[in-house]
């Protein structure tokens, strides 16, 4: 595994935890290909905003 794919899957794993509810699920799974297309910087501000919010 390359080191983008660990950290998509922990980052999947930690969301995953924490997630209960099926509208969680599809804003997580909005929220993760975006992460996936976005840049560095992008990925932090939302890593932030997830954190607060979960």
């Known amino acids: 595994m390359t080191p983008k794919k660990v950290k998509n899957a922990i980052v999947f794993k930690f ?3 924490k997630i ?6 599809y804003l997580t799974v909005f929220l993760i290909f975006t992460l996936k297309n976005s840049t560095l910087k992008v990925n932090l501000l939302f890593y932030k905003t997830l954190s607060f919010q979960l």
């Not at 209960?20 to 699920?25: H, I, L, M, N």
Request: charged fraction near 45%; glycine fraction near 0%.
């Open 20 to 25: 209960r509810s099926p509208k969680r699920y």
């Open 15 to 17: 969301l995953h935890d």
